[in-house]
């Protein structure tokens, strides 16, 4: 069986997740599309303490990237659209056929999705009905019942949940946001011309699973492959995988140091391997959401960096911060930063910033992370960066007067 070193099993996602340098995206739109359908999908969330994750993907692959940008390959150019990919996400215009058989089996289970579903049943017809005659909507169009006060996003009014059931049915499609709002109109005039809406059978399903897995990660095994994209057929990816593995599609193979642990790539993948060269180190500070590192066994496995998002955990129990954005550095990870940008105050605030414990290359890393912390304000509307805390200390003395050069 093939195996490679513990060095190729990080370049290869790294590369294959455009994170390397090696790979020239076009500029502005055409550029964020083709990361789109590279990546397979882009997750989208609502936390906003800096620009949003979605954002923050796609701006990490292509720095001229705004926000501008995804809004007109959702609305005008049809080039991405919204659904449940890995979670909540952007996803590749010309893979929408792959999720038709999942939108058919909506309501999924015998649970509590089921059970809204019925009950809603009278709401979506009259939803259904209001949007084919007036065309996109969303949930501020339509009224709440009468004594019902209008809460937060987790107060889902009927017409709400009907909206969201439509959606996942595949009945309605996100046409555009509006101030991150959803709006909604009816599949057949959001989908464009051209498109493939002929249902792929389970098989074919679960080859694509294999195909985009591997082609957004480089590696990965069997367990990472489901996690990809969480959509049908997951009961058919082990034959799929297995046929592909006897055609030659794809090579399983193990990483030095890790030989108990199966893993799968694309045979043009690994034969293109031996060029992935080690490079000048760049320096990214990537989303808690990034694809890169949303599997977290994995993250730990291929970079030995542990990584939890703890803006879920109560204040007192965090370790890092809130939003830790992890720090990439060439072909390792060195620390994480807790950042909020104040657009009042127009200042990205860095409240914390903690080096991995066994990094001490602090020099040659500070001008790359200053540039990189400039870059990052300018793209929150931020004209300036002030660092609160740091670990080890005497790295904010440092940082502070690299940023004022």
């Not at 990361?35 to 620009?51: C, F, H, P, R, S």
């Not at 043009?268 to 031996?274: E, F, G, P, Q, T």
């Not at 931020?382 to 080890?392: A, G, H, N, R, S």
Request: glycine share 6%.
């Amino acid at each position: 069986m093939t195996k490679i070193s513990s060095a190729l099993a990080r370049r290869l996602p790294l590369h294959s997740q455009l994170l390397d340098g090696r790979t020239k995206l076009p500029k502005g739109k055409e550029g964020i599309a083709q990361a789109i359908e590279k990546l397979g999908y882009v997750q989208i969330d609502t936390i906003a303490v800096i620009n949003r994750a979605h954002h923050h993907t796609l701006w990490t692959r292509r720095p001229d990237y705004s926000p501008a940008m995804l809004d007109e390959l959702q609305a005008k150019d049809r080039r991405v659209f919204e659904y449940w990919g890995h979670a909540a996400s952007y996803l590749p215009m010309k893979d929408y056929r792959y999720y038709i058989p999942r939108m058919r089996a909506f309501p999924w289970g015998d649970g509590w999705i089921k059970r809204m579903y019925e009950r809603h049943k009278d709401v979506m017809k009259d939803v259904l009905e209001r949007i084919t005659k007036e065309g996109p909507l969303g949930s501020a169009d339509f009224k709440a019942p009468d004594g019902k006060k209008r809460g937060a996003w987790w107060d889902w009014k009927p017409a709400k949940t009907a909206l969201e059931m439509l959606f996942w049915k595949g009945d309605l499609m996100v046409t555009e946001r509006r101030n991150f709002q959803r709006i909604y109109d009816l599949t057949e005039r959001v989908l464009p011309g051209g498109v493939d809406t002929t249902v792929p059978d389970p098989a074919e399903v679960a080859r694509f699973r294999v195909k985009r897995a591997l082609c957004a990660h480089g590696i990965a095994t069997q367990r990472e492959i489901l996690d990809h994209l969480h959509i049908s057929s997951k009961e058919k990816v082990p034959d799929a995988l297995d046929e592909m593995v006897d055609s030659g599609e794809v090579i399983p193979m193990k990483i030095k140091g890790f030989e108990g642990i199966n893993y799968y790539v694309l045979s043009d993948v690994l034969r293109n391997a031996s060029r992935l060269r080690k490079r000048n180190p760049r320096l990214h500070l990537l989303s808690p959401f990034d694809n890169l590192i949303i599997h977290r066994p994995r993250t730990e496995r291929l970079f030995g960096f542990s990584y939890s998002l703890e803006c879920y955990t109560p204040p007192a129990k965090r370790k890092f911060g809130y939003f830790c954005l992890p720090i990439l550095w060439g072909e390792q990870f060195v620390g994480r930063l807790d950042p909020k940008a104040d657009r009042k105050q127009k200042t990205l605030v860095v409240r914390n910033l903690v080096f991995e414990g066994g990094f001490k290359h602090y020099e040659g890393i500070l001008p790359a992370l200053a540039e990189k912390l400039k870059a990052l304000a300018s793209f929150n509307r931020c004209e300036k960066v002030l660092i609160e805390q740091t670990m080890p200390g005497k790295v904010k003395t440092h940082l502070s007067r690299t940023l004022r050069l």
